[in-house]
Structures are given as structure tokens and as C-alpha cells.
């Protein structure tokens, strides 16, 4: 063995001895590969090969998702600040697989001193999420049979697996302490203000998702990435003192056990019109329920992913409404503490238009109201709720698009529900102003960031993102479709999103489900631009090299140092007098001096880094050229894209 060793060694050496491999001289390649596929990695292979997922982008015709029924009964005591709770859940197992164990999600396990976390810290160290009891199916479960209570993700297992395609009741009994403080960063971190108002998120045991492409999605709660929830049923009772009302998902049950006289007929006027009107008034905060020491207040909500609520006894509440496409006025409800008023003064307007307005953008709003609530987490979403005042208000509503609506993994795809919502928002916001939207600008932006060692691609997980979490997740993407919106039309990006929230409404898509049906809706083949911008931190940095005229006959090098290819998108604008200026195929007049001309990106396939772009104008003096005029594509510097310099 030895001696045959020796000789492939040998062998191996005198063959690498034969080759001439040239040293690289010079930070640029004169050549580069383009990827003209997106990968798959070994989770969305099993999909492909399972039938839930294809290349439609469309659910898959063998799709499937679990459901989770939950029946809450919880009551909260100002004086410890604890919440005490039990719950029913109901599993409806629509997988192909028997379920040997089940997950539970326990969020408040956070805000134990010895527990991981990112980037946030609880305003105060409590016990967490305490389950003093688990029954599956009326068996109780064996304190062996439970791992990680402890943890925010534990792992239960069970005497009997549920079977594919049936139910099973899961029992929880619980309670937790909302942290208080000043000294909590982040989301979340902080969920009570003193004893007078609580703001829970995150509340109650919640069954994981279980999904054709992971399983059990087991990435621990860290603080900064958000969720991925099963959609069913919330039927949840709140009890609290006298006095004090009760915010939440859903709507209310039961009015007349909890509401007096005179709130119950304001509420009765909501619909009416756009005007505000005050159910509670500072004057009658506190006084405005039912008699009785303790009241119970009961919320239903159908096909949402969670539940969030508000209490406090000095709560201002008022309301006013948005008229939803198809559908008709639904109320818009405001609760804050007189005090914080100011903050609250236009989130019924900014509210109504958010609602309008992203109705028409994408599909009608589904459900039958909407929520402000006060409190210390000012910027976060809930179905049919959002903790903020006026300062968010447009950003939170949009999420119960997505991912309220279109359940995507925030957990490892964020940039698919922050990303899209910073996207809309510029939407929105020029749309509030009466003017148009300008996405110009935004995707060459990107070249200042691109190649930072610190940014992680938007395909990396956004759990474990680190410092680069919020570029990845909430800046990105909107650079991402300005290029998009260069390529193929702003319109034509809408109207294909439009069609893919129709679609994956109360579903769960991944990227590859999204890249695929804007593929198919656009009517091209852009794995090419999904590779770079979601598996890459590359760029265009394109520029003119160089400029020849010959006759009728101009030529412009364009040249791109950057991985990321783009089409080549000329700007030539004439001299204002001189011959008549010819027609070219591939290109646009804008005015009577200025031209568009573009060639696809294919141009740059074979893995030239120059592309001679020809152009036959006539003999009509060029006065300037510019590359990318509209700035979409990512170059991080702009100077080299005008001739003459």
C-alpha cells in the first residue's frame, strides 16, 4: 500500500506539475461566470419531489398545512403583574406524517436570566413562561416526555402519535410575569407600563409550525426575528378588574357583560362616517364598564396566526372607520392613555388610508376590524391588531398583509414581510401626499453597501443575522424591487405581487414559491437576479469605458466590475438641432432630444466584462450618454456612468 501511494502521489504531483495556472495580478477578473439558477437547497428539494411546491410558484397540487385551534381562558392581576392562563389546542394534522412529538413555542421563556438572545434585552428578569402542566389527548404528559420548558422552544413527546390527517387536543396550564421597566431593548422586551397598563405579545404557549420543508420549525425565539404561526381559530377569554377594558384580536363577544349602557350605543355609530368618534373619554376612563369587581371579556377571531391584546384602567378609547374595497366600512378602534393622546392624534387618518390603500394595492383587508394599542412596544403587529401610536401606523398595518395574510418564515426570511412592507410604504407614502411614487435611485443605492463584510445575504437566516439583521431584513428588498421595477416596470412588479398575495393568502410561501411566480407572472426567466440580490452581497458597478462614433455609427464600451450583471440601459440626449434622428428597435424616445436604448442582460451571459453597445442614430450630434439614468442598478460610483466625463 505504501508503494502505491507513493507512485499515485507521484503521479498527482507531476500532473498539477503540467499545468499552467496563472497567478491573479489585479482585484478585477477579466472575465466572470454569471449564475443563471437560483439554488435548491435539500428542504425545498424534498417539496419539489413531495408535490407541494413546483415551478408555478403556486402551491403544489399535493400542499398542505397544519391548523391550530386555540381555546384560551387567562386573567391577569395588576398587583403581581402575572398572567394565569389554560388552553385547549387543537391540532388538525393535514401532513402526510404521524407526529411523534409536538413543539410548543414559549416566547416569554426570553426574558429568563439563561437563555440565548440577539440583539435585545428584557426590561426586567422574570421566570418566564412557568407550564405547570401538559395533557395530549386527556393523557397527562410525563415531566421525561418534555425537554426544553425552560427554553423558548420545547419538545414534547407523545404516548400516541397523532395521525396523518387527524386531530388531537393538547391541554397547557400556565402562567408568566410581563416585564417592566426602563431598561428593556428591543421588540417585545418591555410589555407593561408599572400596574396600569399591560401589553402582552407572545402571551401563551403556541403549537410550532410544522411545514413540508423543515418539519417542526425549532429556531429558538432570540429577540430581534419574528414568527411563523400556524392559522385556526382564537376563541379567548380575558378577565380583569372592574373598570378596566380590554383591547385585542378579534371581536367581542360579549358586550353587554362587560360594556355600560352608553359606551355600548357610541359603538353602535362607528360605521357612519370618517369622523372620530370617543367611545371612552378621559372623563369616563375607568367607569365607562359593567358593575362588578371582575369582568370577563371574550374575543373569536377565524383564520389568524395570533393573538394580542391590551388592558389598562385608564384607558381613552375612540374609533373611526375604513371602507374596504368590496367589502364596506370596518371599524377602526384606538385605546391609549390620556396622557399619550398626542401620539394618537392622526392614527385614525393614517390608519384608514393604510387600509384603503393596500386593499387596492393588493387584496381586499379580510378581516372585520382593526386595533391601536398603546404601550411600551410601539411598532409591532398582530392580526387585527398593532401595537402603535401615529408614528408606525402605516408600516404595522401593512404587515397584516404580510405576513398576517401571506404566512411566510419570518424566522428565516424576514425580508419577505419588513422587506416587502418598506416597499409598499413608499408606496403609501407618496400616495398619502398625492404624488407620485419615485423609486429611482434606490437600487444603485445598494453599490454602497455591497461587499460589507458584516451584511449576510437575505437568504441567510434572519435569526442568525447578527448586526446585519436590519439591512437584511427590512432595507434590502426594497432596493431589490427598484431594480426589479428597472427591468420589467414598476407596474408590471405591482401588478405581479398583487397576484402572489391573492394567491398565497392564509398559505405559507417560501423565497423559492415567490421567485417562481414572479418568474411565471412576468413572463421571464430572473434566476439571474434572484441569485445575486437573495444568495449574494454582489454588484453591477457599471460605467462607460469608452465612446467612438464612426460615421453614423456610435459605439460605447460599457463595462461592469461587479459580480451582479444587469441590462445596459443608455440615456443619449441631442444636440436640439441638426438631421432627423433615426428609429432603433431597442430604443425609446422620451422627448423630441432624448433617447432610451437598452439591450437585455444577456449581452453579458458569455462572461465578457465589456459590452460594445452599437447605436445608428444618424448623423444628429450627441451632446451626453449616460448609463443608468434612472439609478436601479447597483454601482457604487456613479461618476463614470456620463460621457463626456
Known amino acids: 500500500m505504501r508503494a502505491l501511494s507513493a507512485v499515485l502521489l507521484l503521479t498527482t504531483s507531476s500532473l498539477f506539475a503540467q499545468q499552467t495556472i496563472p497567478q491573479r495580478t489585479s482585484i478585477e477578473t477579466t472575465r466572470r461566470s454569471i449564475r443563471q439558477d437560483v439554488p435548491m437547497t435539500n428542504a425545498i428539494r424534498k417539496a419539489f419531489a413531495a408535490g407541494t411546491r413546483d415551478f408555478t410558484g403556486k402551491p403544489g397540487p399535493n400542499y398542505w398545512q397544519l391548523e391550530a385551534d386555540y381555546t384560551i381562558q387567562a386573567s391577569i392581576d395588576p398587583a403581581t403583574q402575572v398572567i394565569t392562563g389554560t388552553e385547549k389546542i387543537l391540532v388538525h394534522n393535514n401532513s402526510k406524517d404521524e407526529l411523534k412529538t409536538i413543539v410548543l413555542r414559549l416566547d416569554h421563556n426570553i426574558f429568563r436570566a439563561d437563555v440565548p438572545r440577539g440583539f435585545s434585552t428584557p426590561a426586567e428578569t422574570t421566570e418566564g413562561m412557568v407550564v405547570t402542566a401538559i395533557k395530549v389527548a386527556g393523557t397527562e404528559i410525563a415531566q421525561r416526555s418534555m425537554r426544553g420548558l425552560n427554553r423558548t422552544i420545547a419538545n414534547i413527546t407523545l404516548p400516541e402519535p397523532i395521525k396523518a390527517g387527524g386531530t388531537a387536543e393538547?391541554?397547557?396550564?400556565?402562567?408568566?410575569?410581563?416585564?417592566?421597566?426602563?431598561?428593556?431593548?428591543?421588540?417585545?422586551?418591555?410589555?407593561?407600563?408599572?400596574?396600569?397598563?399591560?401589553?402582552?405579545?407572545?402571551?401563551?404557549?403556541?403549537?410550532?409550525?410544522?411545514?413540508?420543508?423543515?418539519?417542526?420549525?425549532?429556531?429558538?425565539?432570540?429577540?430581534?426575528?419574528?414568527?411563523?404561526?400556524?392559522?385556526?381559530?382564537?376563541?379567548?377569554?380575558?378577565?380583569?378588574?372592574?373598570?378596566?377594558?380590554?383591547?385585542?384580536?378579534?371581536?367581542?363577544?360579549?358586550?353587554?357583560?362587560?360594556?355600560?349602557?352608553?359606551?355600548?350605543?357610541?359603538?353602535?355609530?362607528?360605521?357612519?362616517?370618517?369622523?372620530?368618534?370617543?367611545?371612552?373619554?378621559?372623563?369616563?376612563?375607568?367607569?365607562?364598564?359593567?358593575?362588578?369587581?371582575?369582568?370577563?371579556?371574550?374575543?373569536?377571531?377565524?383564520?389568524?396566526?395570533?393573538?394580542?391584546?391590551?388592558?389598562?384602567?385608564?384607558?381613552?378609547?375612540?374609533?373611526?372607520?375604513?371602507?374596504?374595497?368590496?367589502?364596506?366600512?370596518?371599524?377602526?378602534?384606538?385605546?391609549?392613555?390620556?396622557?399619550?393622546?398626542?401620539?394618537?392624534?392622526?392614527?385614525?387618518?393614517?390608519?384608514?388610508?393604510?387600509?384603503?390603500?393596500?386593499?387596492?394595492?393588493?387584496?381586499?383587508?379580510?378581516?372585520?376590524?382593526?386595533?391601536?394599542?398603546?404601550?411600551?412596544?410601539?411598532?409591532?403587529?398582530?392580526?387585527?391588531?398593532?401595537?402603535?401610536?401615529?408614528?408606525?401606523?402605516?408600516?404595522?398595518?401593512?404587515?397584516?398583509?404580510?405576513?398576517?395574510?401571506?404566512?411566510?418564515?419570518?424566522?428565516?426570511?424576514?425580508?419577505?414581510?419588513?422587506?416587502?412592507?418598506?416597499?409598499?410604504?413608499?408606496?403609501?407614502?407618496?400616495?398619502?401626499?398625492?404624488?407620485?411614487?419615485?423609486?429611482?435611485?434606490?437600487?444603485?443605492?445598494?453599490?454602497?453597501?455591497?461587499?460589507?463584510?458584516?451584511?449576510?445575504?437575505?437568504?441567510?437566516?434572519?435569526?442568525?443575522?447578527g448586526e446585519s439583521y436590519r439591512f437584511q431584513t427590512y432595507g434590502k428588498a426594497p432596493l431589490m424591487l427598484s431594480m426589479l421595477g428597472g427591468i420589467v416596470g414598476d407596474e408590471a412588479v405591482i401588478k405581479a405581487m398583487k397576484e402572489y398575495a391573492r394567491v398565497w393568502s392564509f398559505k405559507h410561501p417560501t423565497p423559492w414559491d415567490y421567485m417562481y411566480f414572479m418568474n411565471n407572472a412576468l413572463g421571464q426567466n430572473l434566476d439571474w437576479f434572484w441569485y445575486y440580490w437573495l444568495f449574494t452581497t454582489d454588484s453591477v458597478n457599471g460605467s462607460i469605458k469608452d465612446v467612438k462614433t464612426n460615421k453614423d455609427k456610435t459605439i460605447v464600451t460599457v463595462h461592469q466590475a461587479g459580480e451582479m450583471p444587469s441590462p445596459v440601459v443608455l440615456k443619449v440626449e441631442f444636440e436640439a438641432e441638426g438631421p432627423a434622428i433615426k428609429t432603433l428597435s431597442n430604443a425609446q424616445m422620451i422627448d423630441a432630444n432624448t433617447a432610451i436604448v437598452t439591450w437585455p442582460v444577456s449581452v453579458w451571459f458569455n462572461g465578457s466584462r465589456t459590452f460594445d453597445a452599437e447605436m445608428n442614430f444618424g448623423k444628429r450630434k450627441i451632446k451626453q450618454i449616460t448609463l443608468d439614468p434612472n439609478g436601479r442598478f447597483p454601482d457604487n460610483e456613479t461618476k463614470d456612468n456620463i460621457w463626456p466625463r
Not at 375604513?322 to 377602526?332: E, F, L, R, S
Open 170 to 465: 393538547v391541554e397547557i396550564a400556565w402562567h408568566t410575569k410581563l416585564p417592566g421597566g426602563a431598561t428593556g431593548v428591543g421588540h417585545r422586551m418591555t410589555q407593561r407600563f408599572d400596574d396600569k397598563l399591560f401589553q402582552p405579545t407572545q402571551w401563551f404557549p403556541r403549537l410550532a409550525k410544522y411545514d413540508d420543508l423543515w418539519g417542526w420549525e425549532t429556531s429558538p425565539y432570540l429577540g430581534p426575528a419574528e414568527f411563523y404561526n400556524n392559522f385556526g381559530k382564537f376563541d379567548v377569554k380575558i378577565t380583569v378588574p372592574g373598570g378596566w377594558i380590554v383591547s385585542g384580536t378579534g371581536v367581542l363577544q360579549n358586550p353587554e357583560q362587560v360594556l355600560n349602557e352608553t359606551t355600548r350605543k357610541r359603538l353602535t355609530t362607528v360605521l357612519d362616517s370618517n369622523e372620530e368618534v370617543t367611545i371612552v373619554s378621559e372623563d369616563e376612563a375607568g367607569k365607562a364598564t359593567a358593575p362588578g369587581d371582575k369582568l370577563t371579556w371574550h374575543f373569536v377571531a377565524d383564520k389568524v396566526n395570533d393573538f394580542a391584546w391590551a388592558t389598562a384602567g385608564k384607558f381613552v378609547w375612540k374609533a373611526t372607520r375604513a371602507t374596504i374595497p368590496g367589502k364596506g366600512p370596518i371599524p377602526i378602534y384606538m385605546y391609549y392613555l390620556p396622557e399619550r393622546a398626542k401620539l394618537f392624534a392622526k392614527a385614525g387618518e393614517i390608519t384608514r388610508h393604510a387600509l384603503e390603500f393596500y386593499s387596492a394595492l393588493w387584496t381586499p383587508y379580510p378581516f372585520p376590524q382593526m386595533t391601536l394599542q398603546d404601550g411600551p412596544s410601539a411598532g409591532m403587529e398582530y392580526p387585527m391588531v398593532i401595537n402603535s401610536n401615529q408614528g408606525a401606523a402605516d408600516h404595522e398595518t401593512a404587515h397584516q398583509w404580510w405576513p398576517m395574510v401571506v404566512g411566510n418564515n419570518e424566522t428565516r426570511y424576514s425580508w419577505m414581510d419588513e422587506g416587502f412592507n418598506q416597499y409598499m410604504n413608499i408606496l403609501s407614502g407618496a400616495d398619502s401626499k398625492g404624488v407620485p411614487y419615485k423609486l429611482d435611485g434606490l437600487g444603485q443605492r445598494y453599490g454602497k453597501q455591497s461587499g460589507a463584510e458584516d451584511e449576510a445575504p437575505m437568504m441567510w437566516s434572519a435569526n442568525d443575522a
